[in-house]
C-alpha cells in the first residue's frame, strides 16, 4: 500500500487578487491537482442574490469539492512515500470572512471546520493586481479591498500554520508561491 502524504496549500485573499489563476499555474508546474472555488459554480448558477444561508451551503460545498480533489489525489499516488502538494482556492477562513463581512455574523458550521481541517501552508494573495470586472465581483473599491486584506492577514498572523504573503504581477506571484511550496516539500 502506497505511503503518500498530501500537502495541502490553501491560497486565499480578497477577490480579484489572482486565486484561481495561481492555482492553475501551481497545479500546471507540479503536475498535480488543484481545487477550484466552489462559490464561482453555485453564484453562475443561482445567481448573485444570496443570503446567509446560502453561504452554509457554499461552505459544505467547498468541502465536498476539496475531498473529492484530496480523495483523487490520494488514491493516484506512487507506491513510495510521496509529498505531493494539492492546491486548494479558498478555505473556511474566507467564508468566515465573506459571511462577517456581508452579514456580520458567521455559521457556527465554518467555525467549526476551521478547527477541524489541516492544512500545510497558506499563500495569501495580496491586493496589488488590478481589480478585474467580472459578473461575481463585489468589491472594487480600494478600501474595501485593503479592510479585506488586513483581514486576511490578521487571521494568517493569528493561526499556526506556515503562510506566505504573495504579491507582484503574475509571474512574480508564480515564483514566490512555487518558492513557499518547495520550501515545504523539502
Known amino acids: 500500500m502506497p505511503i503518500s502524504k498530501i500537502k495541502k496549500i490553501v491560497i486565499i485573499g480578497p477577490e ?16 498535480t491537482l488543484w481545487c477550484p472555488e466552489y462559490a464561482r459554480e453555485y453564484l453562475l448558477q443561482h445567481g448573485m442574490n444570496y443570503s446567509y444561508d446560502d453561504l ?10 476539496e475531498e473529492k480533489i484530496i480523495q483523487s489525489a490520494t488514491g493516484n499516488q506512487p507506491r513510495e512515500i510521496n509529498y505531493s502538494p494539492v492546491f486548494i482556492d ?9 459571511c462577517e463581512f456581508v452579514f456580520d455574523k458567521c ?3 465554518i ?7 489541516n492544512y500545510d501552508l497558506y499563500l495569501l494573495c495580496n ?9 461575481l465581483r463585489e468589491y472594487p473599491d480600494l478600501a474595501a479591498r485593503q479592510q479585506l486584506y488586513a483581514i486576511y492577514k490578521d487571521i494568517m498572523i ?3 500554520v506556515p503562510w506566505v504573503d504573495i504579491s507582484g504581477d503574475y509571474e512574480e506571484r508564480l515564483q514566490k508561491a512555487v518558492a513557499a511550496t518547495d520550501k515545504l516539500l523539502q
Open 16 to 31: 480579484s487578487t489572482g486565486k484561481s489563476t495561481l492555482c492553475r499555474q501551481l497545479a500546471d508546474h507540479y503536475q
Open 56 to 65: 452554509l451551503t457554499i461552505a459544505k460545498g467547498q468541502i465536498e469539492l
Open 90 to 98: 479558498t478555505d473556511m477562513y474566507v467564508m468566515k470572512v465573506w
Open 107 to 109: 455559521h457556527r458550521f
Open 111 to 117: 467555525l467549526d471546520e476551521i478547527v477541524k481541517r
Open 127 to 135: 491586493i496589488d493586481l488590478p481589480w478585474v470586472k467580472d459578473e
Open 158 to 160: 493569528n493561526q499556526s
